[in-house]
């Protein structure tokens, strides 16, 4: 079956300290690897996506197709990336699937 | 450009009761879908839609129906609403392929009592 697993539900870092959020899926083939943040009272957004190798808002993901990961991570958190952290997969059908999400908390 | 409007933003229902969750985009995306948010469950598809005239179930879509008359609106249908529906609804929509972002209403909170 298809799955995504972030395998923390809280994560609590200092600012400035390095932060990485943890994403394992379950899939056949090569899935589509995304993921989605969520601040306090505004709308679920794209952070970023695999296929971009972007880096957004000093984010990366790196994917390890052996471990069936796509981390997230930041070298230097800062209190502004405290949010609700998704990590979604999609394979060939239109069904994104999402993880249970990671809340970070970056603390002053 | 309104993106995706979600109506309403709170509703509480009784057990039984049925009521219809809205959902607009005026960006002409082809697709279209529902999840709805529980702590500690993440997200999870409801249904989808790729398009006018199609739609097909998520992961957990039972108890509900939807439909796609139109382009642009998406709504939710609760038949016979239970508490274990009591949950935060968003609607999703994205314009391509799999590879492209979705962009989400601002959700409805939902209690069944």
């Known amino acids: 079956a298809q799955r995504v697993t972030q395998p923390e539900k809280l994560l609590s870092v200092f600012k400035g300290a390095p932060v990485e959020l943890k994403c394992n899926y379950s899939?056949?083939?090569?899935?589509?690897l995304f993921w989605y943040v969520q601040y306090s009272r505004q709308r679920l957004q794209l952070l970023l996506r695999h296929i971009s190798r972007e880096s957004i808002k000093g984010f990366t993901a790196d994917l390890n197709k052996g471990e069936t990961s796509f981390h997230l991570k930041k070298p230097f958190a800062q209190e502004e990336d405290s949010a609700m952290y998704y990590c979604?997969?999609?394979?060939?059908?239109?069904?994104?699937?999402f993880g249970k999400g990671t809340k970070l908390t970056v603390n002053p | 450009n309104a993106g995706v409007t979600q109506t309403p933003k709170f509703q509480v229902l009784k057990t039984g009761q049925s009521m219809t969750l809205q959902c607009a985009q005026d960006m002409n995306h082809e697709y279209m879908s529902w999840y709805r948010q529980d702590p500690g469950m993440g997200l999870r598809l409801i249904h989808y839609s790729v398009g006018a005239g199609i739609t097909d179930q998520g992961e957990v879509p039972n108890g509900y129906n939807v439909s796609r008359s139109t382009t642009e609106d998406f709504p939710l249908r609760l038949l016979s609403a239970a508490p274990s529906q009591t949950s935060v609804y968003f609607c999703?929509?994205?314009?391509?392929?799999?590879?492209?972002?979705?962009?989400f209403g601002s959700g409805t909170q939902l209690s069944v009592l």
């Open positions: 899939y056949s083939g090569s899935p589509e």
């Open positions: 999703a929509s994205r314009k391509g392929g799999i590879n492209e972002k979705l962009f």
């Open positions: 979604a997969a999609q394979g060939g059908s239109e069904k994104l699937v």
